[in-house]
């Protein structure tokens, strides 16, 4: 397949390393709160008999507050349960979180969660058919639609990753894991020599664009924390999108 390359200029952002080791620190209370909680949970969540087994919108709302409480006292915010639990609905309607701390602290405590309700499916199931994986490109532990491409090691099979909940699926080696359009000439290749090893593919056909990490270059310990390093490339690919859009209204 011939590849349609784009290097990306990318403006590093000074205060990743400040996000990191808060982030880290979050975690770390996320991995406290699974060894002395995770069975208490484990022996009430019921699973579905079909995908997605257990998807975000079925966590108990009692669960994510106990998590997400803790998260919010290892940074010394105090927050009345009532606003926790409007902004909890809030975004499991699909509405807009206005305070941007508060929405990354309970998306790391979801993250906790549907890892914890991966292990728990996988120890229930023991395997997922092939079928049950390719019925979409959402996740079937949790449902959630599956942002990065993965190239394994050693030769670069290609996975879909779900960043919520950690689950990994194979996928076909080409195209466009959101549309499933598979003809070279949709996708465009973006890449930056700042983050080797990560291309975002810009998919024509449909207007949206997702990562691919190829492990064949790149270690990654923590698929969540690389998602978010490699932000730039998000923005970058929005500028992207924008500039083809500009070109197209020239040309007609």
């Not at 990065?148 to 699926?169: D, M, Q």
């Not at 195209?175 to 465009?188: P, V, W």
């Not at 500028?239 to 209204?249: G, L, N």
Request: charged share 25%; glycine share 6%; aromatic share 10%.
């Amino acid at each position: 397949m011939d590849k349609i390359m784009h290097t990306m200029k990318i403006v590093s952002d000074k205060t990743m390393e400040q996000a990191y080791q808060t982030y880290s620190l979050l975690n770390e209370e996320v991995r406290r709160w699974q060894d002395e909680r995770g069975s208490f949970w484990m022996d009430k969540l019921i699973i579905a008999e079909t995908p997605p087994y257990y998807p975000l919108r079925d966590f108990p709302e009692i669960l994510v507050l106990e998590l997400w409480k803790r998260l919010n006292q290892v940074r010394g915010v105090l927050v009345s349960e009532a606003v926790l639990s409007q902004t909890w609905h809030d975004f499991n309607a699909g509405l807009p979180v206005s305070d941007l701390e508060l929405l990354s602290r309970l998306q790391i405590a979801l993250t906790g969660i549907a890892h914890l309700s991966h292990s728990w499916v996988m120890e229930k199931k023991r395997d997922i058919s092939s079928a049950d994986r390719a019925e979409s490109s959402d996740c079937p532990i949790c449902g959630e639609g599956v942002a990065l491409s993965v190239l394994t090691a050693p030769n670069g099979k290609r996975c879909l990753h779900c960043t919520l909940c950690g689950y990994e699926w194979s996928t076909t080696r080409v195209g466009c894991i959101l549309c499933g359009r598979e003809e070279a000439s949709d996708q465009n290749y973006l890449n930056s020599g700042e983050f080797p090893g990560i291309e975002v593919v810009a998919c024509e056909a449909c207007g949206q664009y997702f990562k691919e990490l190829d492990l064949r270059i790149l270690s990654v310990e923590d698929f969540v924390w690389e998602d978010v390093r490699t932000l730039p490339l998000n923005y970058a690919a929005e500028q992207w999108f924008a500039e083809q859009a500009k070109i197209a209204k020239k040309v007609q």
